[in-house]
């Protein structure tokens, strides 16, 4: 009908009548939140280009994950930075390895949290590459021997969700296979699908420790330009057994994400990243936006564009935040 009968401010009159017509809602559980463990005991190193992040212990990962759960986050995703980095990231896939012990510790601590493990090399190459170097590139299948060895060991240390974030062709097939034939059939795959080789990964390789030593890695990992290539990319991640999809980065790829959502319907997972998070707190830093309100609005347009599930270093203040 036309004006004046369909007036739509009359559902914006009040801060009641706003909340019950709201079409997107964000809670506590939407989010994961990423945690950089390392070696040692009562150790909390400051991130210099994420500030409000660190690269913890596993005490310290352990007592901060209590502190996510106790606010309302029901999931974490461990990143691992060895004491030793090697050709063929052998920190990774080793029994006593940083994520397999800090897995065991917070399923210890929190039976009932959702322990993520992300599944990559980077951190743990001495080349700071996503694989097995040949010739002067990654491998891409003699990667995959040491994706499924490493899928096997997060399990076996508690993991309930294994993340492979690698980009390599044939990943979630190689560890759903590797992950069924050690009687971890019921273990999810959560597959960075769309994976795009970013410019908002900056502060990360900080906080990781994980630089390539040469090149970069737009030889596996996605061309920002492409949106197509990123459903043929989901499609073979749901054929190969992916249980859940996610689209990274986030903000700048609303678009895909959307798209991945509408096609697949699949849980869909988006990681807000390192370089989004570092942006806002610089901008807050100066006085020139509200951080808590920027925050928000960030995940919330995630979450709208179609995500699941949030993986973002705001998770902890954002559940508080929302719990006021």
Sequence with gaps: MAFPANRLRRLRATPAIRELVRETKLDAGDFILPLFIRPGKNLKRPIASMPGQYQLSVDEGVKLSKEAWKAGVRSIILFGIPEKKDG????????DGIVQKAASAVKSALPDMAVMADLC?????????????????VD???????????????????????????????????????????DFRDTPILAYAAKYASGFYGPFRDAAESPPQFGDRSGYQMDPANAL?????????????????????????????????ERWGLPTAAYSVSGEYAMIKAAAAKGWIDER???????LSIKRAGADMILTYYALDAARWLSE
């Design 121 to 137: 090399f980077c951190e743990y190459t001495d080349h700071g590459h996503c694989g097995v170097i040949k010739n002067g590139r």
């Design 229 to 261: 290539e990123a459903m043929r990319e989901v499609a073979l991640d749901v054929e190969e057994g992916a249980d859940m999809v996610m689209v990274k980065p986030a903000l700048s790829y609303l678009d895909v994400l959307s798209k991945v959502k």
């Design 140 to 182: 891409n299948d003699d990667t995959l021997e040491l994706a499924a060895k490493t899928a096997v060991s997060q399990a076996k240390a508690g993991a309930d969700v294994i993340a492979p974030s690698g980009m390599m062709d044939g990943q979630v097939a190689a560890i759903r296979r590797a992950l069924d034939g050690a």
């Design 293 to 299: 309100r920027i925050a928000l609005e960030v995940l």
């Design 88 to 95: 063929l990231a052998r920190g990774a896939y080793a029994a």
